[in-house]
């Protein structure tokens, strides 16, 4: 595929993999028989553009431990997109008035300027269920066992939940309205916000695609890593200002009265942790020596390349 | 089991089943490592009471199609109950101030009454997504085939997603605002709201229990009748205020400006359908003569005999 072909070039690799997940997000929700107002609010948001790094990130960890001539990426394509519905519900739900009450969203109105408040909460409750769907339309004949499948939206559901990323967006309202959080504090409320659902698209398309259980804690250890990395890279850049590789309008001011990494650690500082942590990503795959993982690898140092 | 001995006592043994249910539900959040605060508003609602109607459903149509001494009830208790935190996740964002604004549920204050909108937004959106955890947690060794749990998993976010309850919501805050709502529109709408939740709670347990495409579309045919049935009897107790046996307090407000049944039809025709219903539930079942289907035949015309 020629989406493999140039790893070296990971912007362009990563573009032409988004466009693939985003050539079968345009029409996933046509055939759901969804009201004309809640389907137009779903598709507002889940189109309004993001880097679709979850789904790029289960399937390159499908084809890694599956090989690339398997055909499983076409066939997992519902799976992966299904991340990318889960992680838009949450931005619409983060960005209600109850919650971190932001009027813009890449630079679009939010969800709930476009429409009304209760579209924009039933908007995210039916791509959090349209997700599981999606998922869970992978198994059946001449596609995924039904075992897997099922192992691998289970650990979707427990990411994404009341003990993952629901749960990180609790403590970040709680957080927002304390003064002196930790750095362990910071780092185990974006573990859970940030840092689980990414984890778990590493996780679920190796398990997707048959991994053994070492090779199964290696995708987990490279999306702790890469999640850790992407949050503070994050973080830095709402600082610096430099948001237009992040597609981010400049003077968003998503983060206002939270804690950042750079508050509590200093630009530098926060930098150099950034780095070690995409190393630490890049370590995980060692064992690995094909494309794909190479496409992984520029993947992690990619992420921290935008705010050296 | 003593719950099933004495089918002609239907509250008595819908009061045992569901007291079997509630003993699950009681911890069942209590592993998850979910934040304080996030968990007390989850379990405030979960364990507010209610008929727990959807997993006895489920666990009814489980133990008639694989026989009482299959055990199949304690290995799909946790898929049961899952569909009790589908329907109180609903429940919750319902009552939120851009959905129905209701400041009481259950004579009780309302989960963003009692908390804050925040914690009740999130405290639906985990109670959902933890239902998925559950009941993916029922397929593995010794527990149910993955594919019977994937496929029923599939039938349930079908059911609850935006094509089912969630899109019967958005019909139902579009309905509020719009005069003349037509009998065919109502139908339509609480086919989705309330009719999906409780069909699939039939559909679902009939697939766990390896029953045959007939009778998984008996199953489906019980569950539309009853759903059907229960809907118009609720609506005739919300008009006649005798809301006593529906464990709501007389007066609530929940209908204020919406369309019901009477409303359309008047008491005396909306009852005559109701009966209908309970009716053509009850010969969804001819074929089927144990004791468990006398259960599910007098639970039928339990919830018509309440408005009679």
Redesign the interface.
């Known amino acids: 595929m020629s989406a493999t072909a140039a790893p070296v070039n990971v912007k362009e690799a990563l573009a032409l993999r988004a466009a693939e997940v985003e050539a079968y997000l345009a029409d996933c929700?046509q055939d759901?028989?969804?009201?004309e107002?809640?389907?137009s609010s779903?598709e507002y948001s889940l189109h309004a553009g993001g880097k679709r790094l979850r789904p790029v990130l289960l399937l390159s960890f499908a084809r890694l431990f599956a090989g690339k001539g398997s055909g499983l990426g076409r066939r997992i394509m519902p799976f992966a997109s299904a991340l990318e519905l889960i992680h838009t519900y949450s931005l619409i739900?983060d960005d209600?008035p109850?919650?971190d009450n932001d009027d813009l969203r890449r630079g679009k109105p939010s969800n709930h300027k476009q429409f009304?408040?209760?579209?924009a909460?039933?908007a995210?409750?039916?791509?959090?269920?349209?997700a599981?769907?999606l998922m869970?339309?992978c198994?059946g004949e001449g596609a995924v066992?039904?075992?897997r499948?099922?192992?691998a939206?289970?650990a979707v559901?427990?990411a994404?939940?009341?003990?993952g990323m629901?749960?990180g967006?609790?403590?970040d309202?709680?957080y927002t309205a304390k003064p002196g959080v930790s750095l362990e504090e910071l780092r185990g409320m974006h573990a859970m916000k940030t840092g689980a659902l990414i984890t778990v698209s590493c996780v679920a398309g190796a398990v997707l695609a048959g991994a053994s259980l070492v090779d199964v804690r290696r995708a987990r250890e490279y999306g702790c890593a890469v999640g850790q990395a992407f949050q503070i890279a994050d973080d830095i850049l709402d600082v610096t200002g430099d948001t237009a590789t992040l597609g981010k309008p400049a003077g968003s001011d998503e983060r206002q009265g939270k804690t950042t990494y750079p508050a509590l650690l200093g630009l530098s500082e926060s930098r150099r942790l950034a780095r070690e942590r995409a190393a630490a990503a890049v370590a995980s795959l060692e064992p690995y020596t094909c494309q794909e993982a190479d496409f992984l690898r520029a993947l992690a140092r990619y992420i921290v390349e935008r705010v050296n």
Chains 1, 2 share one sequence.
């Open positions: 929700l759901r028989d969804i009201p107002r809640l389907l779903m739900h209600l109850a919650m009304d408040e209760a579209t909460i039933l995210g409750d039916g791509l959090l269920t349209e599981f769907c869970l339309t198994m066992p039904a075992e499948v099922a192992r939206t289970h559901a427990e994404a939940g009341a003990g629901v749960g967006q609790a403590l309202m709680e």
